[in-house]
């Protein structure tokens, strides 16, 4: 009679054990498939603050307008993107929409904010340093919340060479 109340308890202990942790895997993968699919959009909306701005003419303020909104849009859109924001990649994409908002808009008097005076001047060399310093952070914080930078897990072997007597280039 112990022993079959022990068996009981241990076959209770090991199934509810083992069934927590196919939940948490199940949650985990779910999590890591709605967070792929909005970082690359997040990803992909980042080119719009490109590394080098030497390929394009400076952008004013005005234009950086529909950047801003494109940021936005994106967080609040239908499949709630901003909701699978880690904390790493949610301070680094705060930070780029501040920055943003501090080159568009000054504080009025009575403490709204408004869109800067200077709607068509072209950003300065610091601010436009600073978006792009933001946006690579950014980009490389999303790659680090997916994993996207880490080696494979599962081992390949290199093939053969197609033609015969071709020296190998490796």
């Known amino acids: 009679m112990f022993g079959a109340a022990?068996?009981?308890v241990t076959t209770y202990v090991a199934n509810r054990s083992t069934?927590?942790?196919n939940l948490e895997h199940e949650y985990d993968r779910t999590l890591r498939d709605k967070r792929l699919a909005a970082h690359q959009a997040l990803f992909h909306l980042t080119r719009q603050?490109?590394?080098h701005w030497m390929l394009i003419p400076v952008p004013t303020r005005s234009d950086l307008l529909p950047v801003r909104a494109s940021f936005r849009n994106w967080y609040f859109a239908e499949e709630a993107h901003g909701m699978f924001l880690s904390?790493?990649?949610k301070r680094a994409y705060l930070a780029l929409e501040d920055a943003l908002d501090s080159v568009l808009f000054v504080k009025s008097p009575d403490g709204r904010s408004k869109t800067a005076d200077r709607a068509d001047t072209p950003l300065t060399a610091d601010e436009l340093d600073g978006l792009q310093r933001l946006a690579s952070e950014l980009r490389h914080q999303l790659v680090a919340d997916i994993g996207g930078s880490n080696p494979p897990r599962t081992r390949s072997t290199r093939p053969d060479p197609t033609l015969r007597g071709m020296p190998d280039p490796f």
């Open 6 to 8: 022990l068996g009981a």
């Open 19 to 21: 069934m927590r942790l």
């Open 49 to 51: 603050i490109p590394r």
């Open 87 to 89: 904390q790493g990649s």
